[in-house]
């Protein structure tokens, strides 16, 4: 069995800081831990804008806190997130996430993130080994 909390995570290595300084994602679950997915809870900062595409992983994301969008760059979509809103992109969808409030996501990926993943100039997660 897994037990960590949160604050058990903050400050550790499993605790990533986007360089952009637009995120931060508490890692509570990663490759090594051997479940077959990772489990994250991250914080998109209040009034930023991330491009992202999981051209390699799969991700389900849930809000439990706080406001904002996602733009599905291809089709133009526009998408409100809040307290309460999942999405998953089962497509690959390029986006961009934009943060009217802080927002509070828990978040899913397969194949399962390493920790060392950091997103590129396009918003992609290398598969890490």
């Not at 090594?32 to 809870?41: L, T, V």
């Not at 089709?75 to 969808?93: C, D, K, Q, R, S």
Request: proline share 3%.
């Amino acid at each position: 069995m897994i037990v960590r909390t949160l604050r058990e995570i903050i400050g550790t290595e499993r605790d990533v800081q986007a360089e952009t300084g637009t995120w931060a994602s508490r890692r509570m679950l990663l490759k090594k831990d051997g479940m077959g997915f990772s489990f994250h809870e991250t914080t998109i900062y209040k009034g930023t804008e991330t491009l992202i595409w999981y051209k390699n992983h799969l991700e389900a994301v849930y809000c439990v806190g706080g406001r904002g969008e996602l733009e599905v760059l291809e089709t133009g979509e526009v998408f409100p997130i809040e307290n309460g809103t999942m999405y998953a992109l089962n497509g690959h969808e390029k986006h961009h996430l934009r943060a009217f409030e802080e927002m509070r996501l828990v978040c899913v990926f397969n194949p399962p993130l390493t920790g060392e993943e950091v997103h590129d100039s396009e918003g992609v997660y290398p598969v890490l080994e």
